[in-house]
């Protein structure tokens, strides 16, 4: 199967009038935001085949085997980016952000990633300066474009940002979902995701809020922060070049050797061969 790689960190790409993909059936080393500018098909995601139409945006993200079968005359705007994107996005931590929650929930759900009426209609408005921008190069082209896709991003990750790993759906109450943004905003500070700080925050005993957290989850607190972290982790392994003990220390671990020990226990291997064999598949 071919596979396509990034060169630069990033890259706006306008293809149009398209009656058949030309690559077939492929993969990428890279992410991939699409958005269909006009025309309708089907766009197949590892097997997962859904409708596309004008307005919609994608997310491919590294190794998923896509296609779009078009039905009738297609434009896409692709809006690519790659590891040394990743690794400079770590100078902005507003966007680096952004990026963690969209990397973390990029399998989550096939299909349009844009969920709100109103976000799908900004998002239409931000591609439009977007095309023309990249159509032109103007003055202060760079700048512009940079902070449109900040822009872009921001709404991706609250369109397709679940808190993960549980379901909430629309009977949870507001505080469990608060409960879970508070933990994701603060997965760096130790402090903070202690019962007790987090329960004076939201104003709970020790006690109430560890059955509370359980009714609304069906999992514990902890095992909640243990999961996200090492979600994180594996996003810090495949997407940077921290050391493990760098690892360790950012998400409050002891030290390398207790990172190494919980990941191999959650994920079968240890953090030094995911990384290798992750990195392997990305450059296949």
Same mark, same amino acid.
């Given at each position: 199967?071919?596979?396509?790689?990034?060169?630069?960190? &990033?890259?706006?790409?306008?293809?149009?009038?398209?009656?058949?993909?030309?690559?077939?059936?492929?993969?990428?080393? *890279?992410? #991939?935001?699409?958005?269909?500018?006009?025309?309708? $098909?089907?766009?197949? %995601?590892?097997?997962?085949? &859904?409708? =596309? #139409?004008?307005?919609?945006?994608?997310?491919?993200?590294?190794?998923?085997?896509?296609? &779009?079968?078009?039905?009738?005359?297609?434009?896409?705007? &692709? %809006?690519?980016?790659?590891?040394?994107?990743?690794?400079?996005?770590?100078? !902005?931590?507003?966007?680096?952000?952004?990026?963690?929650?969209?990397?973390?929930?990029?399998?989550?759900?096939?299909?349009?990633?844009?969920?709100?009426?109103?976000?799908?209609?900004?998002?239409?408005?931000?591609? !439009? %300066?977007?095309?023309?921008? /990249?159509?032109?190069?103007?003055?202060?082209?760079?700048?512009?474009?940079?902070?449109?896709?900040?822009?872009?991003?921001? +709404?991706?990750?609250?369109?397709?940002?679940?808190? *993960?790993?549980?379901?909430?759906?629309?009977?949870?109450?507001?505080?469990?979902?608060?409960?879970?943004? =508070?933990?994701?905003?603060?997965?760096?500070?130790?402090?903070?995701?202690?019962?007790?700080?987090?329960?004076? /925050?939201?104003?709970?005993?020790?006690? =109430?809020?560890?059955?509370? *957290?359980?009714?609304?989850?069906?999992?514990?607190?902890?095992? =909640? +922060?243990?999961?996200?972290?090492?979600?994180?982790?594996?996003?810090?392994?495949?997407?940077?070049?921290?050391?493990?003990?760098? %690892?360790? !220390?950012?998400?409050?671990?002891?030290?390398?050797?207790?990172?190494?020990?919980?990941?191999?226990?959650?994920? $079968?291997?240890?953090?030094?061969?995911?990384?290798?064999? $992750?990195?392997?598949?990305?450059?296949?």
């Amino acid at each position: 199967m071919v596979k396509d790689h990034l060169r630069e960190p &990033f890259e706006l790409v306008l293809r149009e009038s398209m009656d058949e993909c030309p690559r077939g059936e492929h993969m990428h080393s *890279f992410f #991939e935001l699409v958005y269909i500018v006009e025309g309708r $098909g089907r766009q197949s %995601i590892n097997e997962s085949e &859904f409708g =596309y #139409e004008p307005g919609d945006l994608f997310l491919v993200a590294p190794n998923d085997r896509h296609i &779009f079968r078009i039905g009738e005359t297609s434009r896409f705007f &692709f %809006i690519r980016f790659n590891q040394l994107y990743l690794r400079a996005s770590k100078k !902005d931590d507003r966007l680096a952000q952004r990026l963690e929650l969209i990397l973390n929930n990029s399998g989550q759900e096939p299909g349009c990633i844009l969920k709100n009426d109103d976000d799908r209609r900004s998002v239409g408005q931000l591609m !439009d %300066i977007l095309i023309r921008e /990249h159509q032109n190069s103007d003055v202060f082209h760079k700048e512009l474009v940079g902070q449109l896709v900040d822009t872009l991003l921001t +709404i991706v990750a609250r369109n397709i940002t679940q808190p *993960f790993p549980v379901v909430v759906d629309e009977t949870s109450e507001r505080r469990s979902i608060d409960i879970l943004e =508070y933990i994701q905003a603060n997965i760096s500070s130790p402090d903070k995701l202690r019962v007790e700080a987090i329960g004076a /925050h939201f104003g709970l005993s020790k006690n =109430y809020l560890g059955r509370y *957290f359980k009714k609304q989850t069906n999992e514990t607190l902890q095992e =909640y +922060i243990l999961k996200y972290k090492l979600r994180l982790v594996e996003n810090r392994l495949l997407h940077s070049d921290m050391r493990v003990s760098e %690892i360790a !220390d950012e998400f409050g671990f002891t030290d390398k050797s207790h990172l190494s020990r919980i990941f191999k226990r959650y994920r $079968g291997v240890g953090p030094a061969e995911f990384r290798r064999s $992750g990195k392997e598949r990305l450059v296949l």
